[in-house]
């Protein structure tokens, strides 16, 4: 197969999700061989996207290089790894890619509408021959990766919930349409962790119109009001399935199929497309990009 890039820029812009900051974006084509390469504009220095370049995970994927630091790229990188793209270049002028709806849709739907560009190399797959895993024995979390001859996915999703119970999502990468299935999915959070990452100084530039929460302890009216008035949504109530009714779910297990969105894009770091099929039970930023920096040091080491 061939490596790709886009046949055309695409210009998005929005605040991020975590500093609130506003961002403009522009996705331009790259040459062969590039890679994902984010760009800041505003300071004049490249930061590859890479395994070796994460420098924080929390609550969202962070890569970093000298003073440029780029911000919740994974929406982003799920993207081009969902649509087949090898090399792409990302301006933007601020730390932290706009948010949108939450999801990878909107970058999707943009770039499907003109098709990709065909290169004159052929692509760089990461082929497993043996089974991989990461294990955090505290959370009971994992990534296995074992050998297959197509990229494949398996998430579950254990958050000890009652409204989301334990989902689990597959995805085979050559005969599923990640596009339709899930491109949409949008981010979501626990209306109880809400405070929390607000005192963190995290989610300033969430809003109801971008995450779906989940409402899983009881709440008072009051609590239900303060948040009505701060998303400036008097309308604003949790329905009998356990969500806040500003948003309706796309998939009735949008959260896992959320929480794969972004185990595609944190893997991406790790150099190139997966030819393997992974199996990731309660898979979060940090340990997706511990088995992506082990598959680097792995492929570099052959």
């Known amino acids: ?27 331009t084509p790259a040459p062969d061989d590039t890679g994902v390469v984010f760009v800041r504009t505003d300071l004049g220095l490249e930061v ?19 003073k440029a630091s780029v911000s919740t790229i994974e929406h982003l990188m799920s993207a081009i790894t969902g649509l087949g793209i090898d090399n792409i270049r990302i301006e933007i ?10 999801s990878a849709r909107q970058y999707v739907e943009a770039i499907m509408k003109d098709g990709l560009q065909e290169q004159d190399s052929e692509r760089r797959w990461i082929e497993i ?25 398996e ?4 958050f000890n919930s009652k409204v989301l119970g334990i989902q689990t999502v597959t995805l085979d990468l050559e ?45 008072s009216e009051r609590q239900i009001a303060r948040m009505a008035r701060r998303f400036n949504q008097p309308e604003l109530k ?21 929480k794969l969105l972004d185990l595609i894009g944190d893997l991406r770091l790790s150099g190139g497309f997966l030819k ?15 088995m992506a920096k082990k598959i680097e040091k792995i492929t570099k080491e052959k």
């Not at 979501?188 to 995290?202: K, N, P, R, V, Y």
């Open 1 to 27: 197969m061939k490596q790709r890039t886009i046949k055309t820029t695409y210009s998005f812009e929005g605040k991020g999700l975590h500093s609130g900051c506003l961002s403009h974006m522009t996705l």
């Open 48 to 66: 590859q996207a890479a395994a070796g370049n994460v420098s924080s995970t929390s609550r969202s994927t962070t890569i970093s290089k000298g």
């Open 93 to 102: 002028d601020n730390k932290e890619v706009p948010i949108l709806d939450g």
């Open 129 to 153: 021959d043996k089974e991989i895993e990461l294990k955090n024995e505290s959370t009971g979390s994992y990534i296995r990766i074992v050998p297959s001859d197509r990229p494949e996915y």
């Open 155 to 158: 998430v579950t999703i254990d």
């Open 175 to 219: 005969n599923d349409d990640y596009a339709v299935e899930v491109a949409p999915c949008r981010t979501f959070c626990f209306f109880h962790e809400i405070q929390l990452l607000a005192t963190l100084g995290l989610v300033k530039g969430g809003d109801v119109e971008n995450a779906i929460v989940v409402v899983e302890k009881p709440v």
């Open 238 to 258: 949790v329905t009998p399935e356990g969500y806040f009714s500003n948003l309706t779910l796309r998939f009735p297990d949008e959260c896992g199929r959320h």
């Open 276 to 290: 393997a099929k992974v199996i990731a039970y309660k898979p979060g930023h940090s340990i997706n990009t511990g």
